[in-house]
């Protein structure tokens, strides 16, 4: 952290930081410097940070991505599951029409008289 290498400004100088910033002069290098408050940036601490980062923030992107693919993934199985299902019925009712087409000689029906 910069406060420790240097002292703490006094009179004027201590005015030099903005926003509840913390004044610094630095000895090796004759100037002033600011601690600022967390949202805040800048030399003197006048830029405010409108979006604070965390650890969830720089994730988020990969993490929606990974969310998209796994229900684009889901989505295009279940389509798959749907058409085979589909087509395995169709086969059903095909082979069984052409069972119920074809004459039954096995079959022998009683003639009453």
Not at 36 to 42: H, M, R, V
Not at 63 to 75: C, D, K, P, T
Request: charged letters at 15%.
């Amino acid at each position: 952290m910069m406060a420790d290498h240097g002292e703490a400004c006094n009179g004027e100088e201590a005015t030099y930081c903005m926003n509840g910033g913390t004044c610094y002069k630095i000895p090796s290098m004759n100037s002033l410097s600011c601690v600022c408050y967390p949202n805040y940036t800048g030399s003197r601490c006048e830029n405010l940070r409108l979006f604070s980062s965390s650890p969830l923030g720089e994730n988020a992107g990969l993490i929606a991505a990974v969310v998209i693919v796994a229900l684009l993934i889901l989505l295009a199985l279940a389509v798959f599951i749907y058409y085979i299902r589909k087509m395995l019925k169709a086969r059903q009712q095909s082979q069984q029409s052409q069972q119920n087409s074809q004459p039954q000689y096995w079959k022998v029906q009683s003639m009453r008289v």
